[in-house]
C-alpha cells in the first residue's frame, strides 16, 4: 500500500491573486493605484536607481 504523506490542514498555502482583477473602478484603492501610476511624477526617484546595466530584464 503506498504511504502518501497525510494531508495537514493546519499548512500554510499559497494563493495566487492578480491585483489588477482585484481593483475596482470607484474605490479608493483603484484612485490610489490611478494617481501612482498615472498622474505623479516619479521621475524625481529615478536617478536613485541605476541599474539599466544590472537590473532584471522586462519580460
Partial sequence: MPRFIPLNYQQ???VVINYQDQLQAGTFEYAVHH???DKLNLSVFYPKYQND???R???
Fill in 12 to 14: 500554510n498555502t499559497m
Fill in 53 to 55: 546595466q544590472t537590473g
Fill in 35 to 37: 494617481l501612482i501610476e
Fill in 57 to 59: 530584464e522586462l519580460s
